[in-house]
């Protein structure tokens, strides 16, 4: 595929914070770069990159954030952002989409994993990114809008009320314990926050099956283990899950895109190499 023949086109203007310059330099894919075409449809690469069944293979001028991921993969799953029909494109456009279909077709048993729902589904809700309402606050004080949309019910009250300089320390301290409830918005795990475990952390699960063991704080220990561990033994003893943990401690990945979790890579697993070994074309099955 000939990817020398670039072209330059006006930098984005959703695009200047990181580019200063007025002009970017672009891999063109289709026969007439001056023309208009329909746009695409991108994904936050920023948001997919905790799963170890995506693969960002390219990005995309957009009119929005630089973040922007035009194709990649999940799985078996191939996202071409690209809408222009193969008539549009130029050779490197043809050979581009038709690397892709034969790319994607050796993925023959992955498959994805993590889950999240759509920002539009009803009646769930993707999960609010906790990092995206640090940034919210630092920059000015949130509208009602912003605070109904990131926030529960529960968590809004608490900071309604705070100006820009009472935010960034409940933020830093809380922030830790940040989780999102059944409508993917954001609220403090008070049941991690007391016990002091945090639950993104690979030593979340020695830390948390061993206070299964004290009688004042197993029922919180064990819910912490529900929430962020669904695929474990819910109602097993310490000694369950340990045998469970320890049997899936080099498949088991944290996921805050999918619903602040803790999966299991089955492909990992099937073919026993540890998921932070087995990343991108190492997932293919088929050469």
Request: aromatic residues 10%; hydrophobic residues 35%.
């Amino acid at each position: 595929m000939e990817t020398t023949k670039l072209v330059r086109r006006p930098t984005p203007e959703a695009w200047r914070k990181e580019f200063k310059e007025s002009e970017v330099t672009v891999l063109s894919l289709v026969k007439d770069p001056n023309s208009k075409y329909q746009p695409g449809w991108i994904s936050y690469r920023t948001r997919l990159l905790d799963s170890p069944e995506v693969e960002i293979i390219s990005g995309g001028l957009s009119e929005r954030s630089p973040d922007g991921a035009a194709l990649w993969r999940q799985g078996h799953l191939l996202h071409f952002a690209f809408d222009i029909a193969p008539a549009e494109m130029n050779d490197t456009g043809r050979a581009l989409l038709l690397n892709s279909i034969a790319y994607i077709a050796r993925f023959t048993e992955d498959r994805p994993i993590a889950r999240t729902p759509a920002g539009w589904g009803q009646p769930e809700h993707a999960p609010r990114g906790k990092r995206r309402i640090e940034d919210l606050f630092a920059s000015r004080i949130p509208q009602e809008g912003d605070l109904d949309f990131y926030l529960s019910p529960t968590t809004k009250a608490v900071v309604k009320q705070m100006d820009r300089l009472s935010y960034p320390k409940w933020y830093k301290e809380n922030a830790p314990f940040l989780t999102c409830d059944k409508d993917g918005k954001l609220m403090v795990d008070v049941n991690a926050k007391e016990l002091g475990i945090l639950f993104e952390q690979p030593d979340f699960f020695p830390k948390t099956i061993a206070k299964l063991g004290d009688s004042a704080r197993a029922a919180k220990a064990r819910e912490l283990l529900r929430r962020y561990a669904p695929d474990g033994p819910a109602a097993g003893s310490a000694e369950e899950w340990t045998q469970w943990w320890q049997a899936n401690r080099p498949y088991l990945f944290y996921s805050e895109t999918g619903s602040y979790r803790w999966y299991v890579d089955p492909l990992a697993r099937h073919l026993g190499v540890p998921s932070d070994k087995l990343q991108g074309p190492a997932r293919a099955t088929l050469n």
